[in-house]
T-cell receptor, first 112, second 111 residues
Framework: DTAVSQTPKYLVTQMGNDKSIKCEQN?????MYWYKQDSKKFLKIMFS???????INETVPNRFSPKSPDKAHLNLHINSLELGDSAVYFC???????????FGSGTQLSVL | DAKTTQPPSMDCAEGRAANLPCNHS???????VYWYRQIHSQGPQYIIH???NNETNEMASLIITEDRKSSTLILPHATLRDTAVYYC????????????FGPGTRLSVLP
C-alpha cells in the first residue's frame, strides 16, 4: 500500500493550459503539503493544509490553487501554465504527534 | 532560508561508515535536528531526528555535539543504495512550522 500517492507521475503540457495534480494519503495524517523542486534541485514548500484548512502559503503565484476536499486529499490546480512552472512537485503529509514528513513519489511537470 | 550548512558532496567506500556533517550554529533551544535523504528522482525519506541526545534507529545514528551547534549523521555500513542527497534540517517544535530544505550533501557510495 502506497502511503502518499500522487497522480500523474508525468505531466507534459503546453503553455497557457490548466492542469491538476492529485494527492492522497492513507496514513490518517491531519496535515498535507505541496513542495516544488526546481531544476537546481532546491526543494521549497508551497502550501500546507491542516484538516482542510490552509496553514502555510509561501510566496506562490495565485495561478496555483490548492484544494483539500477532505483531510486525506490535497490537490494542486495550476492555471495558465508558464515555462517556469516546469519542476517536480511533491506531496507530503505529517501527523502532529509524529513530526515526520512522508513524501509521495513526485509529479514531473514539463511545460512546453 | 535553511539554518544549516552541509558540504555539497562526499564519497564513501561501500561497506564503510559514512559520516555526514552538518553545522547549525544558530540553533535554538526548542529546535530539533532532522535528517532526510532523497534517492534519485524519488520523494525525500525521513531518516532520524533528535534534540540533544544521540539517537540511533535501524537506518542511522545521529550524533549531536554538546553545544548543539553541529551534528553528524552516521550510516554504519554504507551500501550502493545509500547513494543519495542527504538533507539536514533544523525545525522548532511549534505546530505548523515548516521543514526548510537546503541543498544538502550528495553522498556517493563507491564500489
Amino acid at each position: 500500500d502506497t502511503a502518499v500517492s500522487q497522480t500523474p507521475k508525468y505531466l507534459v503540457t503546453q503553455m497557457g493550459n490548466d492542469k491538476s495534480i492529485k494527492c492522497e494519503q492513507n496514513l490518517g495524517h491531519d496535515t498535507m503539503y505541496w513542495y516544488k523542486q526546481d531544476s537546481k534541485k532546491f526543494l521549497k514548500i508551497m502550501f500546507s493544509y491542516n484538516n482542510k484548512e490552509l496553514i502555510i502559503n509561501e510566496t506562490v503565484p495565485n495561478r496555483f490553487s490548492p484544494k483539500s476536499p477532505d483531510k486525506a486529499h490535497l490537490n494542486l490546480h495550476i492555471n495558465s501554465l508558464e515555462l517556469g512552472d516546469s519542476a517536480v512537485y511533491f506531496c507530503a503529509s505529517s501527523h502532529p504527534a509524529v513530526e515526520k514528513l512522508f513524501f509521495g513519489s513526485g509529479t514531473q511537470l514539463s511545460v512546453l | 532560508d535553511a539554518k544549516t550548512t552541509q558540504p555539497p558532496s562526499m564519497d564513501c567506500a561501500e561497506g564503510r561508515a559514512a559520516n555526514l556533517p552538518c553545522n547549525h550554529s544558530t540553533i535554538s533551544g526548542n529546535e530539533y535536528v532532522y535528517w532526510y535523504r532523497q534517492i534519485h528522482s524519488q520523494g525525500p525519506q525521513y531518516i532520524i531526528h533528535g534534540l540533544k541526545n544521540n539517537e540511533t534507529n535501524e537506518m542511522a545514528s545521529l550524533i549531536i555535539t554538546e553545544d548543539r551547534k553541529s551534528s553528524t549523521l552516521i550510516l554504519p555500513h554504507a551500501t550502493l543504495r545509500d547513494t543519495a542527497v542527504y538533507y539536514c534540517i533544523v525545525r522548532g517544535d511549534n505546530y505548523g512550522q515548516n521543514f526548510v530544505f537546503g541543498p544538502g550533501t550528495r553522498l556517493s557510495v563507491l564500489p
